[in-house]
C-alpha cells in the first residue's frame, strides 16, 4: 500500500511515521508513506500556498493551484483510488472505514489547514472527505497520520499476531474486553478467575459477555 500525504507542514508528521507500527510495515516493505509539501509545488516566488477569501471573512484559504499541480504530478506516475481531504465536515472515521482503505493500493490524504482549501478542490479533486472527530485542529496532519496508523496496521503481516487486531475495539461493533496479566494478584486485586481456569469456552464467552456489558455501558449508540 502507498500513502501520499499532502501537507503545508510535512515535519509536524514526519516523525509518527518513523516508528512503531507505521516504521514496521515500511520496513517490511508492506506500505510507503511519502510526505510532499505544498510550497514546492506553488509559482509564487514566497512560496506561499494561501490567499485571503473572497467575500472578506477572516482567516487564509489554501490555494487550489499547488493542490492540482501536486496531484496532477502524483497521478502521472500511478492510478489511485481515493484522494482523501482531512476536514472537520467529513464522514466520520471508523474501524470499518480504516477496514476498506487498508484494501486499497494506492491513496492521497490532503490535510486541510487555515480556515480551509478553496472549495473548487473538494468539488472536482476530492474523492473522499474524512473527520476524525467533531472538533478543530491546527491543521490536518494529526487526522492524517491517525488515518494512516489505523489503515497501515491492519494490512496482512505489518502486526505479528494478525488475530491481535481482530481483536481490537470495534472490529466486531463491540468495545474490547478487560485484559490482565501477571500478578494474577496485586495488593488483594484479582483477576478475573475464569481467565486462570484454562478453559476456552468458558473464557469465550466470559470476553463477550465483558465486551456486551462494557459496550452497553459506555457506548450505547454502537449497539444500535
Known amino acids: 500500500m502507498r500513502i ?4 503545508v507542514l510535512p515535519e509536524m508528521i514526519d516523525g ?20 510532499h509539501n505544498l510550497r514546492d509545488y506553488t509559482t509564487n516566488k514566497w512560496r506561499r500556498v494561501d490567499d485571503y477569501p473572497f467575500g472578506g471573512e477572516a482567516g487564509m484559504v489554501i ?33 470499518p472505514m480504516a477496514n476498506s482503505l487498508s484494501m486499497l493500493k494506492n491513496i492521497v490524504i490532503l490535510c486541510g489547514h487555515y480556515k480551509g482549501i478553496d472549495y473548487r478542490i473538494r468539488e472536482h479533486l476530492i474523492t473522499k472527505e474524512i473527520s476524525v472527530g467533531d472538533y478543530v485542529l491546527t491543521g490536518g496532519e494529526l487526522a492524517a497520520a491517525v488515518i494512516a496508523d489505523a489503515t497501515v496496521r491492519l494490512i496482512p503481516g505489518v502486526i505479528g499476531d494478525e488475530q491481535s487486531a481482530l481483536s481490537d475495539s470495534f472490529q466486531d461493533g463491540l468495545l474490547a474486553p478487560p485484559v490482565y ?13 475464569v481467565l486462570l ?28
Open 16 to 35: 509518527m511515521l518513523h516508528c512503531s507500527i507505521l516504521q514496521r510495515a515500511r520496513d517490511k516493505g508492506l506500505a510507503e508513506i511519502h510526505l
Open 4 to 7: 501520499d500525504i499532502l501537507t
Open 197 to 224: 481456569s484454562g478453559h476456552e469456552k468458558k473464557i469465550s464467552e466470559w470476553r463477550l459477555q465483558q465486551a456486551q456489558e462494557r459496550t452497553e455501558r459506555l457506548r450505547p449508540e454502537l449497539l444500535d
Open 63 to 95: 490555494q487550489i493551484e499547488p493542490v492540482d499541480r501536486a496531484l496532477s504530478a502524483l497521478k502521472a506516475e500511478r492510478k489511485y483510488d481515493e484522494i482523501i481531504y482531512t476536514s472537520p465536515d467529513g464522514e466520520k472515521f471508523s474501524q
Open 181 to 193: 496479566t501477571r500478578p494474577a494478584e496485586y495488593k488483594g486485586w484479582k483477576v478475573p478467575e
